[in-house]
């Protein structure tokens, strides 16, 4: 018997925990900060959960999951399919049902890290035993939350550390434009069919949207010259969209509209993103992605719930952070943290905070947190040593409050200067 690990799966070393424990740091961190819950799903659930969820169409559902099979146990009479998930998602809908948080308190936010698995052709960067770290977040459809979703998945990487990463953005409408854009999409494919692949030629008529998605070299270039289907989205979406585009401009997040982009899982509606290495120009290792997914809840036969969320594959992100040389340091604290009053102070701070992190100084902002005394407890607890703070009257003023964390002092800023200020300071 040759003694090896099954193809597609990896052991993770001593030499490597640092980067794993750095990674699990930050997304910790930022959880806290952004007010994400942890929650831990079943590796194994039923198929049928993911064939009306992430889509029995899907590659990751027709071709790639580990089914279960049970060995000797007669006596089992559960006869549903059981398999390892490829995805958290559907996992925590399940969840988010069986445990009835549609009753809860709205926005619930919730985030979970664990392994996934996808019978896929192994190579770099892809395998079959990988593990993600996904964020959701149920009952909220305002735009702005689609902004804090892209934002905070944006500021993961600059906590990490990660250059040279580019986040896309597109939208692709919802239940009412889908037949519209589809449409759209038949009309132009039909003339490119003979140089589609036979998957491809199958979804024209099935699900057309999923060509943008074929990695195949011919089915890419026939995308090549399609014209934007963001037009097609109906005034609601294309509404929806803009004002996700203008919160993202107001926090200084780069991001670039990709009018190809879209996503290999059923569920996603509106806006949907993707961060990957500028240098993965197919996105063939994408480092993140996610979306809306306003009707997976009312799916499953439940009460229709807006929802949105993102997941990135922690193998992916360790082999870049070793790439790229980056220094680990688990211990690195927070040398400002921002706190807001107010919705318009809370757009502020997404703008100072994307400011502070180009100018090199680490800082962090809990934006679900909604009172002052929870923000400054929270500066307190990441040894921070200063703290801006901005609420209305700062707003009026054009003014910022820098405070310190160990003398207790404050002093009322321009907000031209804060940042000549505060690196005196530090
Ligand atoms: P996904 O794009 O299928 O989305 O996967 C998210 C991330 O998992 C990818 O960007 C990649 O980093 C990692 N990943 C996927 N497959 C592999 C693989 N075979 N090997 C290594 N890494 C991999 C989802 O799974 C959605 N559930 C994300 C989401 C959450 N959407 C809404 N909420």
Same mark, same amino acid.
């Given at each position: 018997m040759k003694l090896q690990n099954v193809r597609g799966t990896q052991d993770i070393l001593p030499e490597d925990q640092k980067y794993w424990d750095f990674v699990f740091n930050v997304i910790d961190k930022s959880s806290e900060i952004n007010g994400f819950e942890k929650i831990n799903t079943p590796i194994i659930e039923y198929l049928d959960l993911f064939e009306k969820g992430t889509g029995e169409n899907t590659e990751v559902v027709s071709k790639q999951m580990f089914e279960v099979s049970r060995f000797g146990n007669e006596k089992d009479d559960d006869k549903r399919i059981q398999i390892l998930r490829p995805e958290i998602t559907p996992g925590i809908v399940r969840s988010y049902i069986n445990h009835n948080m549609q009753d809860w308190l709205k926005p619930i936010q919730l985030y979970s890290v664990g392994p996934c698995f996808r019978y896929e052709k192994p190579q770099a960067g892809r395998y079959r035993q990988f593990w993600q770290c996904d964020f959701e977040s149920f009952g909220n459809e305002d735009p702005a939350t689609d902004a804090r979703m892209i934002s905070m998945a944006w500021s993961l990487f600059k906590d990490l550390r990660i250059r040279n990463i580019e986040l896309e953005i597109n939208t692709i409408g919802c239940k009412k434009c889908r037949p519209q854009i589809n449409d759209f999409l038949k009309?132009? @494919?039909?003339?490119? /069919?003979?140089? *589609?692949?036979?998957?491809?030629?199958?979804? *024209? !008529?099935?699900?057309?949207?999923?060509? &943008?998605?074929? #990695? /195949?070299?011919?089915?890419?270039? !026939? !995308? /090549?010259?399609?014209?934007?289907?963001? #037009?097609?989205?109906?005034?609601?979406? $294309?509404?929806? @969209?803009? $004002?996700?585009?203008?919160?993202?401009?107001?926090?200084?997040?780069?991001?670039?509209?990709?009018?190809? &982009?879209?996503?290999? &899982?059923?569920?996603? +509606?509106? +806006?949907? @993103?993707?961060?990957? &290495? #500028?240098?993965?120009?197919?996105?063939? =290792?994408?480092? *993140?992605?996610?979306?809306?997914?306003?009707? *997976?809840?009312? +799916?499953?036969?439940?009460?229709? =719930?807006?929802?949105?969320?993102?997941?990135?594959?922690?193998?992916?992100?360790?082999?870049?952070? /070793?790439?790229?040389?980056?220094?680990?340091?688990?211990?690195? #604290?927070? $040398?400002?943290f921002v706190a807001q009053l107010g919705e318009e102070a809370k757009r502020k701070a997404m703008t100072i905070l994307e400011i502070l992190k180009t100018e090199g100084i680490s800082a962090r902002a809990a934006l679900s947190k909604n009172t002052l005394k929870s923000q400054l407890k929270l500066a307190n607890k990441l040894k921070s040593d200063y703290a801006i703070i901005i609420g209305q009257r700062e707003i009026l003023d054009g003014t910022v409050i820098i405070r310190s964390m160990k003398e207790g002092t404050q002093e009322v800023v321009e907000q031209e200067t804060f940042v000549n200020k505060l690196q005196e300071k530090l």
């Open positions: 009309s132009y @494919f039909s003339k490119k /069919k003979a140089i *589609l692949c036979k998957d491809c030629q199958a979804r *024209l !008529a099935t699900n057309p949207i999923r060509i &943008l998605d074929c #990695k /195949k070299v011919n089915c890419q270039k !026939a !995308a /090549k010259g399609l014209p934007p289907f963001t #037009k097609q989205v109906c005034d609601k979406c $294309q509404d929806h @969209f803009q $004002q996700v585009i203008d919160y993202l401009k107001d926090a200084k997040v780069n991001f670039k509209v990709s009018n190809n &982009l879209v996503r290999g &899982l059923d569920y996603y +509606t509106r +806006t949907i @993103f993707e961060i990957s &290495l #500028k240098s993965d120009k197919n996105r063939q =290792t994408t480092l *993140l992605g996610g979306g809306r997914y306003d009707n *997976l809840i009312e +799916t499953y036969g439940e009460k229709p =719930t807006p929802a949105i969320g993102c997941a990135l594959g922690i193998e992916r992100v360790v082999s870049v952070l /070793k790439k790229q040389k980056i220094k680990i340091d688990i211990s690195e #604290k927070t $040398q400002v």
